[in-house]
């Protein structure tokens, strides 16, 4: 089975503080994911990376910057976290193409307090 | 552009009765079509996808859906519903450029379903 881990699942940081949020996958997928999740908004993706060192802006990437060194792990960083930014964060892995589904982290619920 | 749609926020039924959950897009090119189920508090769990070939397509947990392309429409179907089924619902259709893998999602669409 496809593994895709998260490092947290609930997390709270206060305005103003730099949060790293990680995300694993074990099945060497060449795509990895990270969107956030808000109610009656679906999910909004807000980088993508195709591979290593390789990323590309989704649709909300204000706020935001992403890190891939290694094919299984893909980081999402909040420079400095804004209570705008309290969401569910989900992250997915795929393999390359357009065929392939994604698969889903459990994902991090966020609070920025 | 490429867009999805999930018309009904909610969808009510009872255990034992047929459901379908709506879900209608708009693409340029050929339609590469997903469905998601989100249990509560989890991840998305993939369940079928359309991409070629047969108009109606199996999946996880009994589910199915048929694509329809005079529609613009892929609704997800389950011939008897169980109280088990009761998440939240994701549509999906791939973005183009069509080989990077990216996905739009709908909404969301919650299922309840009743004893």
């Known amino acids: 089975d496809v593994k895709v881990t998260q490092s947290s699942r609930y997390l709270v940081k206060r305005t103003g503080e730099k949060v790293f949020l990680e995300c694993v996958q074990d099945?060497?997928?060449?795509?990895m994911f990270w969107y956030r999740q808000d109610p009656g908004l679906g999910l909004r993706l807000i980088y993508f990376s195709y591979d290593v060192k390789m990323k590309e802006k989704g649709d909300i990437p204000e706020g935001y910057s992403v890190s891939r060194e290694k094919k299984e792990r893909f980081s999402l960083i909040l420079e400095s976290a804004s209570t705008n930014q309290t969401s569910m964060y989900l992250c997915a892995s795929s393999s390359a193409g357009a065929y392939y589904e994604q698969y889903f982290g459990p994902g991090t619920r966020l609070t920025v307090t | 552009a490429q867009s999805v749609a999930q018309p009904e926020d909610q969808v009510n039924v009872a255990e034992g009765n047929p459901l379908t959950v709506k879900c209608t897009y708009s693409?340029?090119?050929?339609?590469?079509l997903f469905w998601y189920v989100q249990y509560p508090n989890r991840g998305l769990q993939f369940l079928l996808k359309y991409i070629t070939g047969d108009n109606l397509v199996k999946g996880s947990y009994g589910f199915e859906a048929e694509f329809n392309k005079s529609q613009t429409s892929f609704h997800l179907k389950k011939p008897s519903a169980l109280v088990s089924d009761s998440a939240l619902y994701f549509c999906?259709?791939?973005?183009?450029?069509?080989?990077?893998?990216?996905?739009?999602f709908g909404q969301g669409t919650t299922l309840q379903v009743k004893p």
């Open positions: 693409v340029s090119g050929n339609p590469y």
């Open positions: 999906a259709v791939r973005d183009m450029p069509g080989n990077t893998g990216k996905l739009i």
């Open positions: 099945m060497d997928h060449e795509n």
